[in-house]
């Protein structure tokens, strides 16, 4: 990976790769591949799609062992990132001529 979505989607990767769940990995892989692409045709202005400070919180969490807390941390994320998600996903059809 290099550029944009090398540092700013890695972080993304380190929960699954630090819970052990190969599920997880297996799910969030293409998920975050779609991301980068989305970013890299749409190339939004705001670089920033959300809070990053978010994922201290998941992280420590996650270290911690305290599946709770890494789980409502990961939730609360999924919750803010939702919106930016889905406006980047709206140009990225439109851009690419997909169905909207
Ligand atoms: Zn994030």
Not at 24 to 41: K, Q, W
Not at 45 to 59: A, N, P, W
Request: hydrophobic share 40%; charged share 25%; glycine share 6%.
């Amino acid at each position: 990976m290099k550029g944009w979505g090398s540092r700013n989607l890695q972080i993304h990767s380190l929960p699954a790769a630090l819970s052990g769940n190969r599920l997880y990995e297996a799910i969030l892989t293409p998920l975050l591949d779609l991301t980068r692409e989305m970013v890299l045709v749409v190339k939004p202005e705001q670089r920033v799609i959300h809070d990053h400070r978010d994922h201290r919180l998941i992280i420590d969490a996650v270290i911690s062992g305290d599946a709770q807390e890494s789980a409502e941390a990961m939730q609360k994320h999924i919750a803010r990132v939702g919106a930016s998600m889905s406006d980047l996903e709206k140009v990225y059809r439109k851009k690419k001529g997909l169905l909207l």
